[in-house]
C-alpha cells in the first residue's frame, strides 16, 4: 500500500478538508486546489476530530506558497508600475492617475507613453515615439513611460543605448530603470510597461537618438531600433 493511499485528492468543502492531497485556497471569490501530493507533509491521515482546525491551519500557512504554485502574483504589475510613478516622478503620476481606475489601464497609459516599443516575433526591437515627450529640468531626473508590445513572449532585460552629436561631452543620462520593487526586465507578457530614467545637466534645446534592445543582437534593421528625440531642458 502506498504512503499516500486513500488520502483524499480535493477538498470537498472548508469544514471537512482532512488536507492530505488537496486544500481550499480562497483568494478573493476563487478557489485554487493544488496539485495532488503538491504539499502534502503527512504520511497519515489527519483524524476527523482534527480536521476543522487543521483545515484552517493549513489554509493560512500555504495560502502564498499556493499561489506561487498556480503562478499568481500577489502585487500586479500595474500596481508595481503604480508604486514607482508616486515614488519616482508625481507629475507623470498625477498625469496617468486615472489610469488605475480603468478596467484596462492601458487604454489611457499609452495615451501618456514616451516611447512604443514593438518586439516581433523573432525578437526584433522597433521603436516609435509616443504622444508625450517629457520636459526636463537641468540636473533633474525625470521618467518617461515606455511601453512594450512584446510579440516573441521573451523575457530578457530591457536595455537602453543613447546617442548624442551636439558635442565631445555627453550631457545626458538615459536609463531603463531596474531595480528590486521594479525590474527592467521583461515578463514575456504581451503588453507591459516600463520605465525610463532621463536626465540632463544643460538647459536648452536637445536632441539625442534613443535606441533599445531586449537581448543580444536585437535591434530591428534599417535603424527601427532606435529614434531622434528633441527635448527641451529648462
Known amino acids: 500500500m502506498s504512503a499516500h493511499e486513500g488520502y483524499k485528492t480535493k477538498c470537498r468543502k472548508e469544514t471537512d478538508c482532512d488536507f492530505p492531497h488537496g486544500i481550499n485556497l480562497r483568494v478573493g471569490q476563487a478557489n485554487e486546489e493544488i496539485r495532488a501530493g503538491a504539499f502534502c507533509l503527512l504520511s497519515y491521515p489527519i ?7 487543521m483545515s484552517k491551519l493549513f489554509e493560512l500557512m500555504f ?25 519616482g516622478d508625481p507629475a507623470l503620476a498625477a498625469l496617468v492617475k486615472d489610469a488605475w481606475k480603468a478596467e484596462d489601464p492601458d487604454d489611457l497609459l499609452q495615451k501618456y507613453a514616451f516611447l512604443k516599443i514593438i518586439i516581433n516575433p523573432e525578437g526584433r526591437v522597433k521603436v516609435e515615439r509616443g504622444p508625450l515627450v517629457p520636459i526636463l529640468e537641468a540636473k533633474k531626473a525625470r521618467l518617461g513611460l515606455v ?7 521573451g523575457q530578457p532585460p530591457l536595455e537602453a543605448k543613447m546617442h548624442y552629436f551636439g558635442s565631445d561631452k555627453n550631457p545626458f543620462r538615459v536609463a531603463v530603470v531596474d531595480r528590486n520593487d521594479f525590474s527592467g526586465q521583461l515578463s514575456g507578457g504581451e503588453v507591459e510597461y516600463k520605465l525610463l530614467l532621463l536626465e ?3 538647459p536648452g534645446k536637445r536632441e539625442i537618438t534613443i535606441g533599445f534592445q531586449a537581448g543580444k543582437m536585437t535591434q530591428d534593421l534599417g535603424f527601427r531600433g532606435e529614434v531622434p528625440v528633441l527635448f527641451e531642458v529648462r
Open 200 to 202: 540632463c545637466n544643460q
Open 147 to 153: 511601453r512594450v508590445h512584446n510579440q516573441s513572449g
Open 47 to 53: 483524524r476527523p476530530r482534527w480536521s476543522r482546525n
Open 63 to 87: 495560502c502564498g506558497l499556493g499561489m506561487l504554485a498556480a503562478g499568481s502574483d500577489p502585487v500586479g504589475p500595474y500596481e508595481r508600475l503604480r508604486a514607482a510613478l508616486d515614488r
